[in-house]
């Protein structure tokens, strides 16, 4: 990564990007409803219209993002094996979105829901409740697009671009189509994402080890790479199984709690889609794992990099020709965007719902809520980037694992509800709080480490969280008995 401007690969990163720009806008108009356009189900959920196959790319490009691509083979590249937990996190989340998911899109989709906090608040008639969901969920997104900028910003640097302002451009382009098309414009663009990710690691996979000798070489390459630097290996350590399988676990019941994940699967036509997209979508934890692949790879092409983050854009400038890295490059960034808009979305749903329309405007209408849920996106977007400018990247990914932790916390309040009708939105709140002030502290207490020892074990501090957040709920229930219940605030 030399620092200068790769031309060839700049251009056909500019195409690509020009092409999925083109498609933003004009998403505005794709499967829209006339004079319904301008409604929130219309520009935050897309109208409730998704099919099998849009769906599934939406997913499948708001959950595999940018970072994904960069910080999971940075991962393998510095600690081995303990980076692929991703691989089986994405395993158990499907049969969870299966079981849940369709349950909670009928609930959603029978009473007008747009985000958690409706489902919440028409649930247990508690607006704390409501509000500790809302507030969680933006606050476990804004990191989460940081982080976004994180992975498109690698690849600008590695194209020889310096400075904020092409990072910028990127981020207002993607916050004016964003602004007019709504959800339209990721669920348009995933289609031409993931269908360069796909060409991407599959070239790299094939031809990478052709290069450096066969896939025998690269396993020898990592496994002395590991050796020499003194940490890391190809398999796990028995000390390490429990944390990894916690690490899924955790991780697996986190992701579908997020609001972007929720849009998408609120966005979706009928439960059936979502049915069948948590058969389908496993065939994105194929593309993970060789993705993670490309972390072993780095040693076997005897990079050497300042940081493990530029393993990929290094590994594909040493490697391949300039217009291939140039449509690798354009790949991830375009990963980036699709998450990015969706989260922001999601976000912003969550504020114009869950905060405005329950404490600022009861009345609102439909047409102003789309208004400000639009105004809002733009500002959350804003605040990303600021963050991302102003603040070390260090400090978004320790962030970004917090928020993992804190959205954990809502899982009780979004989905207990729709199993047990006897629990109350005070034990619930009780139980919210308990295991994000828990969970938080000894986050920072470990050193922002995203596992915890207690009682000889180590484990997933978020699950940690999670135990302690149920027997609060369990508890307070019993001890609250009638008085942690109200009735539910509409059918």
Not at 140 to 152: F, N, S
Request: aromatic letters at 14%; hydrophobic letters at 55%; one cysteine or more.
């Amino acid at each position: 990564m030399s620092g200068a401007i790769n031309w060839t690969a700049l251009s056909v990163f500019v195409f690509f990007f020009l092409l999925i720009t083109i498609m933003g806008f004009a998403a505005s108009r794709w499967q829209s409803r006339g004079s319904k356009r301008s409604e929130l189900d219309e520009w935050g959920l897309g109208g409730r219209r998704f099919g099998t196959w849009i769906t599934w790319f939406l997913v499948g490009g708001d959950f595999y993002t940018a970072y994904t691509i960069i910080a999971v083979p940075a991962l393998v590249y510095a600690v081995g094996a303990y980076g692929f937990f991703a691989l089986p996190y994405t395993i158990i989340v499907y049969p969870i979105v299966f079981a849940i998911m369709p349950k909670l899109w009928e609930v959603a989709h029978r009473n007008g829901h747009v985000t958690a906090g409706d489902v919440v608040y028409a649930t247990y008639n508690s607006r704390p409740l409501e509000l500790a969901v809302a507030v969680t969920g933006v606050l476990a997104t804004m990191p989460y697009i940081a982080l976004q900028l994180v992975g498109m910003e690698v690849v600008i640097q590695a194209l020889g671009l310096q400075g904020e302002i092409p990072l910028f451009a990127a981020f207002v382009i993607l916050a004016l189509y964003t602004y007019s098309a709504g959800l339209r414009a990721p669920a348009l663009i995933a289609f031409v994402k993931d269908l360069m990710i796909y060409i991407v690691v599959l070239a790299a996979v094939v031809i990478v080890p052709m290069k450096v000798g066969g896939y025998g070489a690269v396993f020898h390459a990592a496994a002395e790479g590991y050796k020499a630097k003194g940490s890391g290996s190809l398999i796990l350590s028995s000390a390490q199984f429990l944390p990894y399988a916690t690490l899924a676990l955790g991780s697996a019941l986190a992701a579908f709690m997020y609001p972007h994940t929720l849009t998408s699967i609120f966005a979706a036509k009928s439960p059936n889609t979502i049915r069948k997209n948590a058969i389908y979508l496993p065939l994105y934890t194929l593309l993970l794992a060789l993705i993670a692949m490309l972390g072993y790879m780095a040693y076997a092409a005897h990079l050497k990099v300042a940081s493990p983050n530029q393993v990929v854009p290094a590994l594909f400038e040493s490697l391949f020709p300039s217009w291939f890295t140039g449509f690798a490059f354009a790949a991830i960034a375009i990963g980036a965007l699709v998450p990015a808009a969706v989260m922001s979305i999601g976000a912003a749903n969550l504020f114009t719902r869950n905060f405005w329309k329950a404490y600022v405007n009861p009345q609102v209408t439909p047409s102003s809520e789309a208004k400000v849920a639009k105004v809002v996106s733009l500002l959350i977007k804003l605040g990303a980037l600021a963050f991302i400018v102003f603040v070390p990247t260090k400090f978004a990914i320790n962030l970004q694992l917090l928020g993992g932790l804190w959205i954990l916390q809502t899982l009780p309040a979004v989905v207990f509800g729709l199993f047990c009708k006897k629990l109350g939105g005070r034990a619930l709140l009780l139980g919210w709080l308990a295991g994000l002030i828990y969970g938080t502290w000894t986050v920072f207490a470990d050193g922002i480490k995203p596992v915890h020892t207690l009682m000889g074990l180590t484990v997933y501090t978020g699950l940690w969280a999670l135990i302690l957040n149920v027997i609060v709920v369990i508890i307070a229930q019993l001890v609250l008995g009638k008085n942690a219940q109200s009735a539910p605030a509409r059918a």
